[in-house]
């Protein structure tokens, strides 16, 4: 017999949804509101929309999708490393929080995916790591301040991702990626992408992965 207090506690799949989307979004907000109170704003990272001149749009979108590429490849390489922290990851598909995700319908996930690549590199990409930056700018550093922005804000990224320590670990090599990203493009559109179209991509290849074992 199941628990009942569970039951209670489990959340129906439209409040997943609902809710990751709600947090993904707030997070955006709170990205946008810290740019306005205490700058820089991340809304700079982002081409303007502009009918005249849709290329720095596209091109964020594009390179973006591409982008997420060697992410997916790098994580899918790891994966096969038979060592216990990493064998871990594996499981995740039973923690109660990805359990209720992959039960969500494809375009659901999609956008969660989409919401999350806007609201977390809003804040941390846009908004953080320019922060940092700017904050050792006044500060007079002898070094390149970018550089140290680039690491303390991929730090934080990854303890926002506390499952186990090695998803942190990993999660801050890819807030160095989606970092470098935008160093490299100025165009927050390219780290926005790449990291909705990463997690679309490992979404859906949990949702598949749970589906054959009930399956079997």
Known sequence: MSDPSSEQLEQSPDEVF??????????????IALGWALGPSAREFIPAWNLDDLQPIIEGIWKGTLAAVP????????????????????KL?????IG???????????????CAG???ELLFRGWL???????????GVPVDPAWIALGLSSLVFGFFHPITKMYIFLAALMG????????????????????????????????RQVARRSES
Do not use: C
């Open 100 to 114: 209720a995700l992959v039960r969500l319908r494809v375009p659901e996930l999609l956008t969660i995916s989409l």
């Open 176 to 207: 160095l990626y989606f970092g470098g990203l935008l160093i490299w493009s100025e165009n927050l559109l390219i780290p926005i992408f790449a990291h909705a179209v990463y997690d679309a991509v490992q979404l859906l290849m949990t949702k």
């Open 118 to 120: 806007v609201g977390e």
């Open 129 to 139: 790591m320019g922060w940092i930056d700017q904050g050792l700018i006044n500060l």
């Open 71 to 90: 992410m997916l490849i790098f994580i899918e390489a790891v994966r096969r490393i038979p060592w216990g922290p990493i064998q871990e990851l594996e």
């Open 93 to 97: 598909s039973d923690d109660q929080m």
């Open 18 to 31: 609902v809710t990751a989307v709600l947090f993904e979004t707030a997070l955006a907000v709170v990205a």
